[in-house]
């Protein structure tokens, strides 16, 4: 019993350090307004639930499987604007099996107003995903807009950023191709 828990142990901490090795290459890639992404540990994500535009409820821990990037945003977050089309840009070229960008509408947005957002800004390939009570935004600590996450395919929260960056930069696709091709090959 004791050589098994010696393995499991020494497993856990190899995989951990893994994962550390990753992070350190992952921060490396960070240029721009990327520097303001932190990694962290993998933590937990809230169960609290946010609905659709077109009805369904759903959690961050539905979208298991694949590398989620969750950017939560208003209609009146002028740095919101600004980004949504390079989060846009960032689904088209990496959105598929693999990852997936999630966009919160947190607080009081109108459905309309967000739709006539959506269509000013010329983005017709993110979700309509709403959090009116701000119940998730809470429950995930976001204070202040913009707030983007980037969960891993266990749906853990491994990453965080405060404010706007330039979701299309060569910085943004390195580490999400990075990210993508580190869960291919684990």
Same mark, same amino acid.
């Given at each position: ?59 961050? #821990?539905? %979208?298991? $499987?694949?590398?989620?990037? &969750?950017?939560?945003? @208003? *209609? ?15 689904? #088209?070229? %990496?959105? $598929?099996?693999?990852?997936? &960008?999630?966009?919160? @509408? *947190? ?80």
């Amino acid at each position: 019993m004791r050589l098994f828990l010696a393995i499991l142990y020494m497993g856990l901490a190899f995989s951990a350090n893994v994962a550390l090795a990753d992070t350190s290459k992952l921060e490396a890639m960070r240029e721009g307004t990327m520097k303001k992404l932190l990694f962290s540990d993998p933590a937990p994500v809230s169960d609290v639930s946010f609905t659709h535009a077109d009805g369904g409820t759903f959690t961050l #821990t539905g %979208f298991e $499987g694949k590398h989620v990037l &969750v950017n939560f945003w @208003a *209609t009146w977050c002028a740095p919101c604007r600004k980004e949504m089309p390079m989060l846009s840009e960032l689904q #088209t070229e %990496f959105g $598929g099996d693999a990852f997936e &960008v999630v966009t919160i @509408a *947190t607080g009081r947005n109108d459905l309309n107003g967000i739709k006539r957002f959506f269509a000013e800004i010329e983005v017709d390939n993110l979700p309509l995903y709403l959090d009116p009570k701000q119940a998730l935004a809470r429950d995930m600590a976001v204070l202040g807009l913009p707030i983007t996450l980037i969960l891993d395919p266990e749906g853990r929260e491994i990453a965080r950023m405060r404010g706007d960056a330039e979701w299309n930069s060569d910085s943004a696709k390195a580490i999400i191709s990075a990210l993508i091709e580190g869960s291919a090959e684990g």
